[in-house]
C-alpha cells in the first residue's frame, strides 16, 4: 500500500481524545535505536550550536532501520519531522512500516523564505509530515531516501498517538463506550464491552482482576486506583544485612534439615526450603511513631514447591501470635486474613512438578512499636516445601508523605512542603492545572463539587490530528508557518506540545470557539505563555476571552508566564483569540506559543437549569423530584450515605450504624468496635446474624478457636452440595491431639432462630487438619424439630466421616464423639 503524501490530509476520526503511546529521536535521543549501512555503522549530522546531533541519511548512508520491532494499531496518527539540506533534485523521502509505505516528494524550493539555520551554518528546511496508519502490524520502521542532487535529511520528532479509548476497551475506534472494537473482558456487542463479573474488580489499563494490587484502593464503582503508599521496609533476602537479621525457626522433631541461601534458574536469592514447621522470622524496628500510618501493610513473597498439603498451612504471625494463614482445606488454597495479589508460574526445581510464587497483603492494626514477623509452615508431609524470597513493609491506608492519617485513605497533616490532595494524598502542588488554597492543593477541576475539564491540550507529546482545524487563522503579517501551512504546533524542549512556536507562530491571530452545552455559573481558563528567546520586547501576546477586554502580556524576564482566569460565564459557546504581536518577531527566535492548555467549567447541580453559584439555583428542571434525587449527605438518612456518582443515598455496611462511605463506619451496630478495619468483633468474639458473640470460655487461650467460625462459609458451600436442605445444620468440635491419644476437648452447639451451627475443626501434632460439614433437617413451622430416625443420622454420620483423609482412629473418635453428641 503506497500513499502519496499531500500538504492536505483528510482524516477520518474527529472529535476524539488522543494520547502518546510511541515516541523516538526526540532532539537526539536514542539514535542508537536505528541502524545504518554505510560506510561506518551510522550517519549523524553532529551540530555545535546548538550542541545537539540527529540520525541523517544520505547517498553513502540511503537507509535508517529501526533495531526491534514495535505495535502499533490501525488508526494510529504518526508524525516526524524532515531537516532537509543542500540540493534536491527528484527527491523522495519514505516511511515504511510492514507493507505501509508513505511518500513524500521533495524538490528544492527556488525561493529560500521557509529556510532557517537549524545546525551551525547549516541553511535547512524542515518539514512536519503527518499521516494515518491504515493497517495493524507489529514491525520495524524504515526510513528510506533517494536524490539526484547532493543533498542530505536528518530526520527527528517521532511522534505516535492513538485514540485514548473507553476504559473497559483494549482497541477502539472513538473515544465512547460504543465505540469499542476489542475488550478486557469479552467480546464487544454493538461496539459495548462489559463490565467485569461481581466478584472481580476492574484494574484501569490491566482489566478484571480478583483484587486490587496492595498499593491501590477499590472505588464506589469496583474500580481499582492507585494510592502509593509510604514504603517503611524492604526486606529481601539478597541484601546481605537482611541476611543477618532474619532468624531460622527450627523443626528439630520432625527434620534435622537446615533452610539455606539458594538460588536457581529464574528465581534468586531466596531462604529455604522449609519443611514441616520450619519457619523465619525478624524483628521489625522501622515502623516508629514519626511515620504516618493507618494499619500496617506487610506484603510478602512466599514460593510453593508443589502444592500446600491437605491440612497444612503457612502462617504469619505478629509476635508470635496468629496474623493470617493460607491453608489447604483439602479442596483449594484458602486464605483467611491475606489477600492474593499475584501469582508467578515458575521454572522446574528439582523434582517439583508445580512451583509458584504467591505474592500475599496483610493489613494489621497494630501498635506503631517495633515487633516480630514471623512466616511459619504447618506441613504434614513431605511432599511439598516452601521457600522465603522478601518481606515489604508499607504505610497501609496512609498515603506517603504523610505525617498523620485518622481516617483511611486521607492524610490529616502532611510533611512540610507537601499539601493536601483531593484524593486524601499529600501532593507538591507543582501541576500546570492546581493552585494552593492554603494548605490544600486545588485542581481547577476541584474549584467546585461539579467542575469538569472542557478542555486538556498541550500537556505531552499526543497529537489529536482534528486540533488544529478547530482554531481559525483571523489575519496574519509577515513569515509563519515555516513547516508547512497546516503544521500549527512545535515541540517544546522534548516534553510538550505546544501551539505555535518555532518556525511556526511569529505574526499572527486566532480564534477558537468552544461549545458548553450543560448549565453552568463559571470557567478556569490556564494556559502558559511561551516567548522565543529573542521576542522583542515591545512585542505582544494578547488573548481574550468571550466579551471580556484583551489581556496584553510582554515577555519581561521570563521566556514562559502563567496565565490563570475564573470568570463568570453562562452561555453555550465560549471564544477565545490569541495574538502574537510585533512588527520586528520572526518565526526562529521571537516567537510565540501556548501550552498547559485547560478549560474547567463549573456546573450547576444536576437537574437545576440556571445558577448563579453550585448552592444557588434559580431555575430547577420540571423532573426533579427531591423525594428521588438526592444532592447531598444532609438528603440521607442516618444510617445511609451518599453517592455523589449515583445521585443517590445507600445503606451503610451491616455492622455499621452510620458511614461515610461503604468503605468506612463512623460508629457500630450494638456489639461491634470502631477499629481501622471496620466494625469488628472483639478477639475474643465471633459474629453470626450480624452480633458479636463471647467465645466459650474454652476459647481463652486458643487462637484456632477464635478463629474457627471463619470456615462457617466454606461448609455451607460443601453442605448446599452434599444434601439440598432449608436451615443447615454444622457442628463445632475442636479436638485437641497429645502424644497418641486423642482427647475431645468441648463440643459447641450455638443456637440462633432454631439454627444450630457447628464447625468441626481436627488438630493432630499441632496442625489444624481437617473441617467437616454435617447436613442439618427442616424445621416445622412450629418451631419444633421433625422427627429423625436415628439410623438415618447413623449413616448419614458414618457416610460423612468417612470422606476424611485421617488414620482410623482418629476417624473413629470422631465417628464416636458424634454419635454421642446427637
Given at each position: 500500500m503506497i500513499q502519496t503524501f499531500a500538504l492536505?490530509?483528510?482524516?477520518?476520526?474527529?472529535?476524539?481524545?488522543?494520547?502518546?503511546?510511541?515516541?523516538?529521536?526526540?532532539?537526539?535521543?536514542?539514535?542508537?535505536?536505528?541502524?545504518?549501512?554505510g560506510p561506518s555503522n551510522s550517519n549523524y549530522l553532529v551540530c555545535n550550536s546548538p550542541q545537539i546531533k540527529y540520525l541523517t541519511l544520505n547517498?553513502?548512508?540511503?537507509?535508517?532501520?529501526?533495531?526491534?520491532?514495535?505495535?502499533?494499531?490501525?488508526?494510529?496518527?504518526?508524525?516526524?519531522?524532515?531537516?532537509?539540506?543542500?540540493?534536491?533534485?527528484?527527491?523522495?523521502?519514505q516511511f515504511q512500516f510492514g507493507a505501509e509505505i508513505i511518500s513524500f516528494q521533495y524538490q528544492t524550493p527556488n525561493s529560500f523564505e521557509n529556510f532557517s539555520i537549524i545546525c551551525d551554518s547549516y541553511q535547512s528546511e524542515i518539514k512536519t509530515i503527518n499521516f494515518i496508519l491504515q493497517k495493524s502490524d507489529s514491525n520495524i520502521i524504515k526510513f528510506t531516501m533517494s536524490n539526484e542532487g547532493n543533498g542530505q535529511v536528518s530526520i527527528r520528532n517521532l511522534l505516535i498517538s492513538k485514540i485514548k479509548c473507553h476504559y473497559l476497551c483494549t482497541q477502539c475506534n472513538g473515544i465512547e463506550y460504543n465505540q469499542c472494537t476489542q475488550c478486557f473482558y469479552g467480546t464487544p456487542l454493538d461496539g459495548i464491552c462489559n463490565e467485569c463479573p461481581l466478584n472481580m474488580v476492574f484494574r484501569p489499563g490491566i482489566g478484571c482482576s480478583l483484587f486490587c494490587n496492595y498499593q491501590e484502593y477499590l472505588d464506589f464503582n469496583r474500580h481499582c486506583q492507585q494510592y502509593p503508599s509510604r514504603q517503611i521496609l524492604f526486606s529481601d533476602y539478597y541484601m546481605v544485612e537482611e541476611q543477618v537479621k532474619m532468624e531460622l525457626i527450627l523443626d528439630t522433631e520432625n527434620t534435622n534439615h537446615i533452610p539455606i541461601y539458594m538460588s536457581y534458574v529464574g528465581r534468586y536469592d531466596l531462604l529455604g526450603?522449609?519443611?514441616?514447621?520450619?519457619?523465619?522470622?525478624?524483628?521489625?524496628?522501622?515502623?516508629?511513631?514519626?511515620?504516618?500510618?493507618?494499619?500496617?501493610?506487610?506484603?510478602?513473597?512466599?514460593?510453593?514447591?508443589?502444592?500446600?498439603?491437605?491440612?497444612?498451612?503457612?502462617?504469619?504471625?505478629?509476635?508470635?501470635?496468629?496474623?493470617g494463614s493460607v491453608y489447604n482445606d483439602?479442596?483449594?488454597?484458602?486464605?483467611?486474613?491475606?489477600?492474593?495479589?499475584?501469582?508467578?508460574?515458575?521454572?522446574?526445581?528439582?523434582?517439583?512438578?508445580?512451583?509458584?510464587?504467591?505474592?500475599?497483603?496483610?493489613?494489621?492494626?497494630?501498635?506503631?512499636?517495633?515487633?516480630?514477623?514471623?512466616?511459619?509452615?504447618?506441613?504434614?508431609?513431605?511432599?511439598?516445601?516452601?521457600?522465603?524470597?522478601n518481606i515489604n513493609l508499607n504505610s497501609g491506608y496512609c498515603p506517603e508523605n504523610c505525617q498523620l492519617c485518622e481516617l483511611p485513605n486521607e492524610c490529616k497533616i502532611c510533611y512540610p512542603t507537601f499539601y493536601k490532595y483531593r484524593d486524601g494524598q499529600c501532593i507538591l502542588c507543582t501541576a500546570p492545572y492546581q493552585k494552593l488554597d492554603g494548605s490544600y492543593c486545588k485542581d481547577y477541576d476541584d474549584e467546585t463539587l461539579y467542575s469538569e475539564y472542557l478542555i486538556k491540550e498541550y500537556y505531552d507529546l499526543a497529537i489529536d490530528p482534528n486540533q488544529f482545524s478547530r482554531y481559525t487563522l483571523i489575519s496574519k503579517n509577515g513569515i509563519n508557518f515555516m513547516k508547512g501551512s497546516d503544521i500549527l504546533y512545535s515541540i517544546y524542549y522534548g516534553t510538550y506540545l505546544i501551539f505555535g512556536g518555532e518556525l511556526v507562530w511569529a505574526q499572527a491571530k486566532f480564534s477558537r470557539v468552544h461549545q458548553i452545552i450543560k448549565p453552568h455559573h463559571s470557567i478556569t481558563i490556564g494556559?502558559?505563555?511561551?516567548?522565543?528567546?529573542?521576542?522583542?520586547q515591545d512585542s505582544q501576546f494578547i488573548y481574550t476571552i468571550g466579551s471580556n477586554n484583551p489581556v496584553i502580556t510582554f515577555k519581561g524576564s521570563s521566556?514562559?508566564?502563567?496565565?490563570?482566569?475564573?470568570?463568570?460565564?453562562?452561555?453555550?459557546?465560549?471564544?477565545?483569540?490569541?495574538?502574537?504581536?510585533?512588527?520586528?518577531?520572526?518565526?526562529?527566535?521571537?516567537?510565540?506559543?501556548?501550552?498547559?492548555?485547560?478549560?474547567?467549567?463549573?456546573?450547576?447541580?444536576?437537574?437545576?437549569?440556571?445558577?448563579?453559584?453550585?448552592?444557588?439555583?434559580?431555575q430547577w428542571d420540571n423532573s426533579y423530584d427531591p423525594n428521588i434525587i438526592k444532592l447531598s449527605q444532609a438528603d440521607c438518612d442516618s444510617n445511609q450515605y451518599f453517592d455523589k456518582n449515583a445521585l443517590n443515598c445507600f445503606i451503610c455496611p451491616s455492622t455499621c450504624l452510620t458511614c461515610s462511605s461503604q468503605f468506612h463506619c463512623l460508629t457500630c451496630q450494638e456489639s461491634f468496635i470502631n477499629s481501622k478495619q471496620g466494625c469488628v468483633c472483639k478477639n475474643n468474639q465471633y459474629q453470626y446474624s450480624n452480633y458479636c458473640y463471647d467465645c466459650p470460655i474454652e476459647c481463652a487461650n486458643s487462637q484456632w478457636c477464635m478463629n474457627a467460625l471463619k470456615f462457617i462459609t466454606v461448609f455451607i458451600l460443601m453442605a448446599n452440595a452434599i444434601v439440598k436442605m432449608d436451615i443447615i445444620l454444622l457442628i463445632l468440635i475442636q479436638f485437641v491431639i497429645s502424644v497418641q491419644h486423642i482427647i475431645v476437648m468441648f463440643v459447641i452447639k450455638l443456637m440462633e432462630q432454631n439454627v444450630i451451627l457447628v464447625n468441626v475443626v481436627i488438630n493432630q501434632f499441632k496442625t489444624i487438619a481437617f473441617l467437616f460439614v454435617v447436613m442439618e433437617q427442616k424445621l416445622q413451622m412450629n418451631n419444633v424439630m421433625m422427627g429423625i430416625q436415628q439410623e438415618e443420622m447413623d449413616v448419614l454420620l458414618v457416610d460423612m466421616i468417612a470422606i476424611i483423609p485421617v488414620n482410623f482412629a482418629i476417624k473413629e473418635s470422631v465417628q464416636n464423639v458424634m454419635m454421642a453428641t446427637f
Open positions: 492536505f490530509l483528510q482524516f477520518l476520526l474527529c472529535l476524539s481524545q488522543w494520547i502518546s503511546s510511541y515516541t523516538n529521536l526526540i532532539n537526539d535521543k536514542n539514535l542508537t535505536t536505528f541502524s545504518q549501512v547517498r553513502d548512508y540511503p537507509t535508517a532501520t529501526q533495531k526491534k520491532q514495535i505495535s502499533l494499531e490501525k488508526g494510529n496518527h504518526i508524525s516526524f519531522e524532515l531537516i532537509l539540506q543542500g540540493t534536491w533534485q527528484n527527491g523522495q523521502i526450603v522449609f519443611r514441616y514447621n520450619q519457619g523465619t522470622k525478624r524483628l521489625i524496628t522501622e515502623v516508629t511513631t514519626n511515620i504516618g500510618t493507618y494499619l500496617i501493610g506487610i506484603r510478602t513473597v512466599i514460593i510453593l514447591y508443589n502444592e500446600i498439603p491437605c491440612g497444612s498451612s503457612i502462617s504469619l504471625k505478629i509476635n508470635d501470635t496468629y496474623a483439602c479442596q483449594q488454597l484458602q486464605f483467611h486474613k491475606l489477600r492474593l495479589v499475584y501469582i508467578d508460574i515458575l521454572k522446574l526445581y528439582q523434582s517439583y512438578t508445580n512451583r509458584q510464587a504467591y505474592y500475599l497483603f496483610l493489613l494489621l492494626d497494630i501498635p506503631q512499636y517495633q515487633f516480630t514477623l514471623s512466616i511459619v509452615g504447618n506441613y504434614i508431609d513431605l511432599s511439598a516445601t516452601w521457600a522465603y524470597e494556559f502558559y505563555i511561551l516567548f522565543g528567546p529573542s521576542f522583542p521566556q514562559t508566564k502563567r496565565v490563570y482566569e475564573r470568570i463568570q460565564h453562562s452561555s453555550s459557546s465560549l471564544t477565545i483569540q490569541w495574538e502574537c504581536y510585533g512588527p520586528n518577531n520572526e518565526p526562529k527566535n521571537a516567537y510565540c506559543g501556548f501550552y498547559n492548555y485547560y478549560i474547567a467549567v463549573h456546573y450547576c447541580k444536576p437537574y437545576c437549569e440556571k445558577c448563579t453559584s453550585q448552592n444557588d439555583c434559580t
